[in-house]
């Protein structure tokens, strides 16, 4: 216990510093040139994003307590979450490819039931775990609470279309059979199209959504061959594109942005890197820390 008191006094420290710090970090916000008459979403990544030391976020990707402390504390306008289909065809929250990353079992989410996965209490280690008691949830059970609330959050659905469990053949016929089960649930669960993204970087997994006559927008995530990635999005027909900050440029934002296509990117962790990915002008940022990017766009 006096460990823990002892540690608690550090970061309130370190803490009271660090602020005084952001103070002088700030953003001009008419200097936005997006296709969002210079607003941007602002989409808690994971929820409040990835457990860290400082700031000090105890709280797993994807989990109950990261996902509402971005709703209901911070009030961003929605949040990004990792889907998987699982070896029962019901979908969960991960973010990671391989169950032994964040948790006591081994192996990949494709592998397991729902049940198994429900059960599954995260593991992220000291300090991290002496503050949080969360597991695994299911996609319908987040559905079904969310939908209690008085307004339906926007929510992004980063699709785990690859099972690294899985053979490349295997693979593509997982696809197909991922496709077909989430446009099924989500015309089920009567989702708003409004509220809700599909952002894949398969091209077929892309291509099998079409197929089953999907409804709902779409993001087409660039990882490479940006301007070629981006050729084909606009060929494709996608909503959006979701960069990654490190190929974003302000050239490729104005190309997406002049074919009617929002800019999504993600990812940064502290105020000045919010500032960074702000300066590329996009339309939407899922963000690793939702009060700096609120601070830094007057909201």
């Known amino acids: 216990m006096k460990v823990l008191r002892l540690f608690i006094l550090f970061l309130l420290i370190v803490a009271a510093g660090y602020n005084v ?3 002088t970090i700030t953003f001009d916000k008419a200097k936005l040139q997006n296709n969002s008459n210079g607003a941007v979403e602002i989409i808690g990544h994971g929820g409040i994003g990835f457990n860290s030391w400082f700031p ?3 709280f797993p990707s994807n989990s109950y307590g990261s996902l509402f402390k971005a709703l209901n504390e911070y009030g961003a306008d929605g949040v990004e979450i990792d889907l998987h289909l699982t070896a029962d065809g019901q979908f969960v929250l991960f973010h990671d490819s391989k169950m032994e990353n964040s948790t006591a079992l081994s ?4 592998d397991r039931t729902l049940d198994e996965l429900k059960a ?3 593991k992220l280690g000291a300090p991290f775990d002496w503050f949080h008691d969360e597991r695994i949830i299911g996609f319908e059970e987040l559905i ?3 939908k209690k609330r008085e307004t339906f959050p926007i929510i992004h659905l ?3 279309n690859w099972s690294e469990c899985n053979t490349t053949e ?3 016929e997982f696809e197909s059979t991922l496709a077909k089960a989430l446009i099924t649930f989500l015309k089920f669960k009567e989702i708003p199209k409004e509220k809700v993204l599909l952002i894949s ?3 077929n997994f892309l291509q099998q959504l079409k197929k089953y006559d999907n409804p709902y927008p779409v993001s087409f995530e660039i990882v490479g061959r940006e301007e070629d990635l981006l050729q084909w999005a606009i060929e494709y027909g996608v909503n959006s594109v979701t960069v990654k900050p490190r190929l974003l440029t302000k050239e490729l934002s104005k190309n997406a942005h002049e074919a009617g296509i929002k800019v999504i990117t993600f990812g940064a962790k502290s105020k000045s890197g919010n500032k960074k990915l702000l300066e590329l002008n996009p339309d939407v940022i899922q963000t690793d820390n939702i009060p700096a990017l609120q601070d830094l766009l007057g909201y």
């Open 21 to 23: 710090f952001l103070w």
């Open 56 to 58: 000090f976020k105890y």
């Open 107 to 110: 192996g990949c989410p494709s």
């Open 120 to 122: 599954t209490k995260y």
């Open 144 to 146: 079904d609470t969310l």
């Open 158 to 160: 980063d699709i785990r």
């Open 170 to 172: 295997e693979n593509v």
């Open 201 to 203: 970087l398969s091209q």
